[in-house]
């Protein structure tokens, strides 16, 4: 056990709609990352947050977006569903700003876009 | 651009035969070279950070090695419980980790 949550676990919704991913971070650690895998795709860096403010931003669509909140959870914001965004999204939280500290992912959201 | 292949994709090894991942990269500035492991339906999780070439780490029968072009995971007479997707990844002048695709590996009894 990582330290760090996510929920949900799965996620089953159409194309079209909204979702919401959480996740919190290890007691202390004010980054946190997201990423998505997909099966035919390594772990993609989406976004990082560090206490509250957007450090980074990766392969991230326009239509997802994050966000870090005062109690250092974190929410990622899937609009505009497609087929193609079905994959796993894991949370991954680090102690320090510039993620040079190991990250340390969650057990990831499974979603599934119908 | 950051670039990291990991080779083989797949490996099968029989129990107790030893063998090596690979993890060639292209970054600017490493600042680490991270390895995890990570079973289905599960996330990564963090087995060795090295930060520069020369360095080396051990964790029971896995050791990891760095070049400036690439890291090694020696797996030593391997368990069934060694079965996993074994993933490399960067961390350079950005700051965000890249990871390469995985090697698969399986342990045979």
């Known amino acids: 056990d990582s330290g760090v949550t996510q929920t949900p676990k799965h996620l089953i919704t159409a194309t079209g709609q909204r979702v919401t991913l959480r996740c919190s971070p290890r007691s202390g650690d004010l980054s946190v990352y997201w990423y998505q895998q997909s099966l035919d795709q390594g772990l993609q860096f989406l976004i990082h947050y560090y206490n509250g403010e957007e450090r980074a931003k990766g392969n991230i669509l326009e239509r997802f977006s994050a966000q870090q909140f005062p109690d250092l959870h974190s929410e990622l914001n899937l609009s505009s569903l497609e087929l193609g965004d079905s994959a796993l999204y894991f949370c991954a939280s680090s102690v320090d700003p510039a993620g040079e500290e190991t990250q340390y992912f969650g057990p990831g959201t499974r979603l599934l876009v119908l | 651009e950051d670039q990291v292949t990991q080779s083989p994709e797949a490996l099968r090894l029989q129990e107790g035969e030893s063998s090596s991942l690979n993890c060639s990269y292209t970054v600017s500035g490493l600042r680490g070279l991270f390895w995890y492991r990570q079973d289905p339906g599960k996330g990564p999780e963090f087995l060795f950070t090295l930060y520069s070439a020369g360095e080396e780490k051990e964790k029971e029968r896995l050791k990891a090695t760095l070049t400036k072009k690439e890291s090694f995971l020696h797996i030593t007479a391997p368990k069934p419980e060694d079965s996993a997707t074994y993933l490399c990844?960067?961390?350079?002048?950005?700051?965000?980790?890249?990871f390469g695709t995985g090697t698969r590996l399986t342990v045979i009894p």
């Open positions: 990844a960067v961390q350079g002048g950005a700051n965000n980790l890249f």
